[in-house]
């Protein structure tokens, strides 16, 4: 098994930096996700392992050989594209067999290799069709077929689900998933999709503005990202502006944390809505109840959790935030109710502005 | 009579008219008067040489004053006829393949490889549209004279000249084909298969463009089957169908039945290329042949 390096790739189109020195190291075996937002990069960096581009400067590596002056058709990869890229003028059987027979392998070994793959990806039924006859998910699975015909080394998936609908492009994710993890191959899955990235990948780089901001197992992205960019790229968080006061960055009452290195006067803090403890609606025995005061401004139920938009107060003005708790604990908050709001320091990431 | 006019065009421009009268979203008498009015407009001068063929006499009166088989049995077995039939069909396919082999790796490479080159092969391809053809066979003629002096005057120079003229009908009828096939992310797809630029363009661009194939080596077919200016320039000494329709035309001798016999000549001309329009709408069938440049360009920019 061979794995991929990118050692300072730029490329540029025009004035555009589509790559900016980009560095990755993608482990035998590994599926690496590139997730990022539309035109940062992603497709640009996946040609540039194909040799579809040719970066301006910096080296491709696939296992431990230079290619970056390989020709794509020597490359030992696969590829699947976004869109079904499948020969239409081809069967379904004779798009998978194609990259064996361009590479005049024995017809016999074609014949096996190729019912082999078509049942890997589930096709035998649909083998003699042609691309016309058969829907979106079949395709993209002969597409993969096709892509691993050759035992390449290493697979290239550039969006390949976003054509489809929700239901098939779950299932399909995970099918990839199985797939590659009983080839054993090494992948790069582009996505802009964070929770199918989350699902599918060893590893997740996080790009933006054809730069890798982060990379790192779905669950160190999810629980700590690096950068500003990467906390509200990933998952969804509460984002607050604050003022950086005695070198703390807080809002009174519900967290209190020293402010990053090389922050000025402002700040912006992350956290996450499950992490905002709410403590029910403020009762007049006077027993004190403790966070930040704030007004459940909307409930919504989304099954098994519900989320509150709530309006804090904390004296230099409203605060929005959302919170999402379990549905059995928010069943007593109701709208305009008054409640207290806690978020364990711990959980929350302060960026400078 | 326009002896080329006649005989090239009416092919091209009843597919045409065919497709747009299906477009048209004018109610259905409308439409149906409109398509009655434009083959009655194509098929009255076909109808007239028909009967010409046919009449003996064809002077003052409606109809002809009598009706014979004399003109065919001449023309069929007249040999400078016969001989100018099969020089035609061999200039006209020897000028379409030779456009087919040259333009697909052409435009292959224009659109595929490397774009820059296209506003060039573009301009390429428009300029024998933009020249008359007379200018451009008086150029190559004086060029030949002073590069090829031993080549002035044969079939050979004939087949350069008029592969010339007609490539522009096969590159844009093959470009559009490509458009519409998106042969750019094939030839990427088929490339990332590890398929060389040969096995590229012979399995997978030729198989996906065959209705802009037959459609283009067709069209450049009729261009050079039906072309006059140049064949009498640099082609003198051949005898084409062109050229002996103005032979005819120019001898007026109707009481020898030689106006009879070009009526003939042009009706044969008219079937072969009929014959071959109709096997180029058999084979298209169900898919829509796109001439013109750009079309289908708003497929190639997915992905991205
Ligand atoms: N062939 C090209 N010519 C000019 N600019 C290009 C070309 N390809 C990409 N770019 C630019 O480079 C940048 C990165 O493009 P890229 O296709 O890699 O983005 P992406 O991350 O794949 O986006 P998406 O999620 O929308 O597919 C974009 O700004 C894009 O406009
Ligand atoms: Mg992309």
Known sequence: ?353 | MAVDAATSRPPATELLGARRAGEATLSRVAKSLFFGAALFYLCVPMVAVLIYSFSTRWTANVLPDGYTLEWWQQTLSNPRIQSAFSTSVMLATLTAIIDIAVVVPAAYWSRVRNPHIRPVVELAAAIPFALPYIVIAFGLMQFSGIAAPQYQGTFALLVAGHAAIAFPFVYWAVDGAMAAAGIERLSETAEACGASPFQIVRRIVIPNISPGLVTGGLLSFAASFGEFAMAQIIGRSLDTVPLWSAEMIRSYSDTAGSYNRLAVVTLLTFLLLFALSAVVVYWNRGQTVRLLPGAGAARTGDGR
């Open chain 1, 1 to 353: 098994m061979s794995g991929v390096s990118l050692v300072g790739v730029s490329k540029s189109y025009g004035s555009v930096k589509a790559l900016d020195h980009v560095s990755i190291d993608v482990c035998p075996g590994e599926l690496l996700a590139l997730l990022g937002p539309s035109g940062c990069g992603k497709t640009t960096l996946l040609r540039c392992v194909a040799g579809l581009e040719r970066p301006d400067k910096g080296n491709v590596e696939i296992g431990q050989r230079d290619m970056t002056l390989v020709p794509t058709r020597d490359r030992p990869i696969g590829m699947v594209f976004q869109s079904y890229a499948l020969f239409p003028n081809l069967t379904v059987r004779k798009n998978i067999s194609f990259p064996l027979e361009v590479r005049r392998r024995p017809r016999k070994e074609i014949d096996e290799r190729v019912d082999e793959l078509l049942d890997l990806v589930r096709l035998s039924e649909q083998a003699e069709r042609y691309p016309k006859q058969i829907s979106g998910g079949q395709a993209q699975r002969c597409a993969l077929g096709r892509a691993l015909a050759a035992n390449p080394e290493v697979l290239l998936l550039d969006e390949p689900l976003s054509a489809l609908d929700a239901l098939v492009r779950g299932r399909l994710r995970d099918e990839i998933r199985r797939i590659q993890q009983r080839v054993g191959i090494t992948a790069i899955y582009v996505t802009h999709d964070q929770s199918e990235a989350m699902a599918i990948a060893d590893r997740v780089a996080v790009m933006n503005h054809g730069r890798v901001e982060q990379i790192a197992r779905p669950d160190e992205i999810y629980d700590m990202p690096a950068t500003q960019f990467a906390a509200t790229f990933v998952g969804s968080r509460n984002a607050v502006e604050l003022d950086v006061r005695n070198g703390r960055v807080a809002i009174p009452g519900a967290f209190d944390i020293p402010a990053p290195e090389g922050t000025g006067s402002r700040a912006i803090a992350f956290f996450r809505p499950e992490d905002v403890r709410v403590s029910g609606p403020a009762t007049s025995n006077g027993r004190e109840a403790v966070g930040m005061p704030a007004r459940v401004e909307l409930k919504v139920f989304l099954g098994s959790t519900t989320r509150l938009h709530l309006v804090g107060q904390n004296g230099a003005g409203p605060i929005s935030l959302y919170s999402d708790l379990p549905s059995h604990s928010a069943r007593e908050i109701d709208e305009g109710a008054l409640v207290h709001v806690e978020i364990d320091p711990a959980l929350v990431q302060a960026f400078p502005l």
